[in-house]
């Protein structure tokens, strides 16, 4: 830092932080025109993949850079999607409905349309099916930061909001410098799960088979599947060591250092003793090429200012007919909908529908028991974790590697031992989705303004006083939306919790997991979309009657508002 000041008073703009810099955005220029080379690649359905370590090198990259993918789809998605339905009274009617929906629908059920669709528009290159493989890890990654989003948008401060309209602030403006930094710190965390999420389902994601065809594209969830169909032990380990790498460098260069400057957006009054720090994070501040983008940004971020005055019966006028216009659209994409719906699977016999109700009911049991596991310990061990700074640095990159590890590579290890998936099958539930309320509580955890843990000290408040009077309500919302988004997690995880394929042989358990994976391996779209739309509305229902309501009640009686 002595060294950067030194060399702003003597007139030099260039230190060694460009050096970094420029060096890594070479690297990332070279990195795209790879991609963009692999991409326009002729057809290939099935790439060969070579078992061969060094060939894992280039894997990994691939599989890298399709997470980042659809991790920036996600957060784009997030802000639009997560906005409209926390501003929106008429939207959010609808938005957090379908977000229910389409959190508990399987990668599978995506799948068909993504990869049809996808080779429809490039028949001729590679590019249809690295699309489909970033949107099947989209759908992994998006549900969970755009719950976190819009929870925190319901959580802001309305002191907040009044202030930044006196002065005459844009709704852009508040958005920007008001709504997404309040939401900044539990977005982060979610941000880490969700990218968590999107590698759990890494081997399904570059492998999968549709209608009795099989799809293959290079990254480290292939070689997995091709070691796992092989029986090939040493590269099953090279694949795990190679994710254990590839998820520790990220954590190292990028969330660690996002950690860290999110650090300044918590909302209190007094900072904390300590604060979280990032090598990363201080190259990147002391650059002079960076520095001068930000200026530019800024500067474009900034318009005037100014307040637009709209009368009260203006504004009630307009509200009624947006009502009216809304219910009225709403009602006809709706029935449209259901008859095109019925239209296509009225020719399904009663005894299937039986079967698959009785399947989803099963399934829903093990999902609701991985929730209650995961939170007996997540909740304590969250609280702990993300009250202490210093210990969150430290155990940060573990549950790093813990949560984004494709659970999937280790199922057929674990299933040697619990054969019997009809009950390992909870288990291997809990493996991927205990991390979306751990997250979660350590976000709440993070975000206690430490006025309040310093008033507790001061009142001489026991540790069982504290926790039941401080941190548990304080966490309350985080750990509800964890639960909801671990619930849909789970529904989503049971199409590879209940069914796989190890040397050769087919395990299955009695569930709507296995059942979609059957008839998407038979090509039986019918049944594909009946069994997800009853997956879908049990889902729904679930979420409306016990989820929504626990959530109002829990962000109306402990938010810091």
Known sequence: MNRTVEAERKGVRFSIYDVVVLSFMIFLAYGIGLLAKNWTA????????????????????????????????????????????????YAERVLIPLLDVFQSVPVLGFLPGLVLGMMALFPHSVMGLELASIFMIFTGQVWNMTFSFYQSLKSVPQELIEASKIYGFSGWRIFWDVEVPFAMPGLVWNSMMSMAGGWFFLSVCEAFTLGGKSYRIAGIGSYMATAVENGYV??????????????????????????????????EDNSSSEEPTSFILDVLRNSHVLRFFRTAFENIRSPKRYVKRVRVSDKQESSKISGILFYAVLGVITGWILWKFFSYVGQINISSLSTILYEDGLTALRVYAAVIISVAWTLPVGIIIGKNISLSKKVQPVVQILASFPAPMIYPWFVMLFPNLNYSSILLMLLGTQWYILFNVIAGASSIPNQLKEAAEILKLSKFKVWTTLYIPTVLPFLITGMITAAGGAWNASIVTEYMTFNHKTLEATGIGAFINEVTISGNMQLLVLSIVIMSLSVVVINRLLWRPMQRWAMEKFSLN
């Open 234 to 267: 040493p590269g099953e380990l090279y694949a795990i060591l190679a994710m254990v790498l590839m998820i520790l460098a990220i954590d190292i260069f990028f969330w660690r250092p996002i950690v860290a400057w999110s650090d300044k957006f918590k909302f």
């Open 42 to 89: 002729p057809l290939v359905y099935k790439a060969n993949i070579s078992l061969s370590p060094i060939a894992l090198i280039g894997y990994t990259f691939l599989s890298m850079a399709r997470g980042f993918a659809a991790y920036g789809l996600s957060l784009a998605f997030t802000f639009v999607y997560g906005y409209a339905a926390a501003r929106n009274k």
